[in-house]
């Protein structure tokens, strides 16, 4: 099959639905779907019979409304078309009903007390704003799969879905306000885009199900330095070994086939490290197609013999995994608000929007680090490693310098042919091409989007995404009414340009923002720097959190105090897997290999004394086995009694802060002792893969 209809085939998308409803029925779909209208109940049904005789053509026998709770992954729950006829029979059915709203018993996932037991009904509703596809597993079963919101009785957001199409809808009605004050009465509605870059990492399937800190944990949590790490940048965009292009080959059909646009794949920079990134679309379809890649990434490398690894750091010493949230907002008539324009009056609402986002990120700085919060993720920021865990802006210096003189109220000259000469006087010159790519900066404007680069590589990009878009709503809210209320908008459109950048310019750094001098300065400006996720978590417990949240309809107080402790909690429950897993390999595997090896020296050690030979070299390891083997004896027992004391803990909060501060320090200490006997202990008596075998037998 060719790839034109390769892509998409697994899709109900507009073309399918085009061929197969009638006229106005399409019509009033596209309507709900475009324009946010409310969906016809009597446009239902027939879509619903639409999409079952497509996909039984297609050979699905299931349905399933698809949806994502609050654990960061999907869920699903399986129901035939089936249903009995009168003759004994049976019929494929699909009412508007079933297509409509699901009911799924809810009751084991995470609600943070919004939902008691006994109450333990959740709905799924559909979101038709995000098209069903179908999903294929390996033996060929089919799956019709809707994607859906998931929410509880009384209408709450048990779900990720739920409060990013609320975002959606308050940023699209704030910009519309914007753009309608300074001239623009074409664009009716407004979307939020996103194109996330994912990294991976893939390993041979015989060396992970050997170790159980992977298979559990889904990093190493020990694992003695291979001889050769990622210094000598061999590995980034170089050439793909033919595994692994033959797994991105069958990966890309798969993604294609449910019409999601795997674009760019290539080496990265730590061994057996990759990325693959989709084209942008909405913020909603990309978090759905988001998952849809980290789970086919998953199920393709089982096929292939391998495992996908989407831990943030899976291995010590070299670098971990991110994602890198591209995002930006269009128009319906096509216009990117970040992109530079031809025309001053172009460049007068780019450079209000870009001051809009400015301020927002600068005032929630605290919100933005908090969506990127999980275990995983502290093993990235705010550890020694990229991103740093301080937000700021990368602007490059050209637009610095244009904001700079528009804050002074300075003349602006153009200077450089590179740039698009607009200026009328006051009005700048905008760079066209922004070329100086920071790669340190974990928020950087690159032309014409942002780039949010500290998201975890596992993570949902639905949080970062709600934030973004509230975060945009609120300042450009603030902005519509000052412009609405203004006689000559030009003259108050420039003066909020310029107030903006004078409060909120502190949280723009061009610099490294590796170095230590950045730390310092950071700390000057007053900008925050939360090393850990559970302190980042608290920024979801404020007033401000609160109210810029309820203002715009995204959260409730219950919604989002909920949501904090459910990831508090999920912190804890992170760090006790890894502790009981680190418990587990030391108790069975490494102390009994050291044992082993041990009492080989020993003996080896009385043969040489029997031929009257000495022992030097036996006696000298056998002595720095035993020191290690005592000391990681002795941090097991304290990982075990920490362990058990923190378990023991009530407070949802306190219980992760011990969990931070002691548990995982245990956990580290342990893996010191563990490493050195790595080092001696020969390779075939040491129990588990190496750094070596995980890395580069790929
Ligand atoms: P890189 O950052 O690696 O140089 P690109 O600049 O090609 O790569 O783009 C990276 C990602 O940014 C892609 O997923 C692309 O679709 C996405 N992107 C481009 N334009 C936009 C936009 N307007 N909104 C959101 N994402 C975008
Ligand atoms: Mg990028």
Redesign the pocket.
């Known amino acids: 099959m060719e790839l034109t209809q390769i892509f998409g085939s697994n899709v109900f998308n507009d073309k399918v639905m085009k061929k197969m409803l009638p006229k106005q029925i399409y019509s009033s779909l596209k309507e709900t779907i475009e324009r946010d209208a409310p969906l016809r109940p009597d446009i239902a049904d027939i879509v619903a019979n639409a999409m079952k005789d497509w996909a039984i053509a297609k050979g699905a026998t299931h349905y399933t409304h698809w949806f994502q709770p609050l654990t960061g992954i999907t869920a699903e729950k399986h129901d035939s078309f089936i249903s009995p006829s009168e003759d004994g029979g049976i019929i494929m059915e699909f009412s508007s009903k079933q297509l409509i709203q699901g009911e799924p018993d809810a009751s084991s996932f995470p609600s943070g007390g919004l939902r008691a037991t006994f109450e333990a009904r959740g709905y799924t509703a559909w979101d038709c704003t995000s098209p069903a596809f179908l999903k294929e597993d390996d033996n060929g079963n089919v799956t019709l799969t809707i994607p859906t919101a998931f929410y509880s009785y009384n209408g709450e957001a048990l779900d990720k879905k739920t409060p990013l199409l609320r975002s959606m809808k308050a940023v699209s009605r704030h910009a519309l306000r914007v753009l309608k004050a300074l001239g623009n009465n074409t664009s009716t509605k407004v979307v939020s885009?996103?194109?996330?870059?994912q990294e991976y990492f893939l390993v041979d399937k015989k060396y992970f199900m050997e170790r159980i800190d992977l298979m559990f944990a889904g990093r190493t949590i020990f694992g003695a330095p291979a001889p050769k790490g990622q210094e000598l940048e061999d590995q980034y965009f170089g050439a793909i070994k033919d595994r692994v292009s033959d797994y991105m080959h069958d990966l890309d059909i798969e993604l294609w086939k449910m019409g999601i646009t795997s674009?760019?794949k290539h080496n990265e920079v730590a061994p057996a490290q990759f990325e693959l990134?989709?084209?942008?679309t909405t913020t909603n379809i990309a978090t759905d197609h988001n998952q849809l890649v980290m789970e086919t990434m998953q199920k393709v490398a089982f096929r292939h013999n391998l495992v996908c690894l989407l831990h943030e750091k899976p291995y010590a010493g070299i670098n971990g995994s991110g994602k890198?949230n591209?995002?930006?907002l269009?128009t319906n008539d096509g216009i990117?608000l970040?992109e530079p324009g031809n025309t001053p009056s172009e460049n007068l609402q780019f450079l209000i929007f870009l001051s809009a986002l400015i301020a927002a990120v600068d005032r929630h700085a605290d919100i933005l680090r908090a969506t990127c919060a999980s275990a995983g993720n502290d093993y990235r920021l705010g550890a020694n490693e990229a991103p740093p865990a301080i937000i700021s802006i990368f602007m490059g210096e050209e637009l610095t310098e244009i904001l700079e003189k528009i804050s002074k109220g300075e003349k602006i000259s153009s200077k450089d042919a590179q740039y698009v000469r607009v200026g009328v006087d006051t009005l700048p010159v905008i760079p066209r091409d922004n070329t100086d790519?920071n790669r340190t900066s974990p928020f950087a404007f690159?032309g014409?989007?942002f780039?949010y680069r500290m998201v975890g590589s596992a993570q949902s990009i639905a949080g970062p995404n709600v934030a973004l878009n509230t975060i945009a709503a609120e300042a450009l809210d603030e902005i519509a009414t000052r412009l609405e209320n203004a006689d000559n908008k030009n003259t108050e459109a420039q003066a909020i340009i310029k107030e903006i950048y004078k409060k909120h310019g502190r949280i723009i750094f061009n610099g490294n923002n590796y170095s230590g001098e950045w730390i310092k300065e950071a700390e000057k400006r007053g900008l925050p720097n939360v090393k850990n996720s559970v302190d980042a978590l608290k920024a979801f417990s404020t007033d401000k959190a609160l109210k810029l949240f309820e203002k715009h309809d995204i959260f409730t107080h219950k919604e989002l105090h909920s949501r904090y402790e459910i990831y508090v909690e999920h912190y804890s429950k992170q760090v006790n897997i890894e502790a009981l897993a680190a418990i587990d390999m030391v108790k069975k595997q490494f102390i009994p290999a050291a044992l082993e090896y041990a009492t080989f020296l020993a003996d080896s050690v009385m043969s040489f004394n029997a031929v009257s030979l000495t022992p030097t070299v036996q006696e000298n390891l056998l002595k720095k086995i035993n020191i290690l083997m005592t000391s990681s004896y002795k941090n097991l027992s304290r990982l075990e009694s920490t362990l058990a004391k923190t378990q023991g803990i009530n407070d949802v909060v306190k219980k992760a802060e011990t969990y931070r501060d002691e548990v995982v320090a245990v956990v580290q200490l342990l893996r010191k002792d563990i490493d050195s006997l790595e080092s001696i202990v020969p390779r075939d008596m040491w129990p588990v893969p190496t750094y070596t075998d995980l890395l580069f037998k790929l």
Request: proline fraction near 4%; avoid cysteine; charged fraction near 20%.
């Open positions: 885009t996103a194109g996330p870059e674009k760019t990134a989709t084209i942008f890198h591209n995002w930006s269009l990117n970040l790519r690159t014409n989007k780039e």
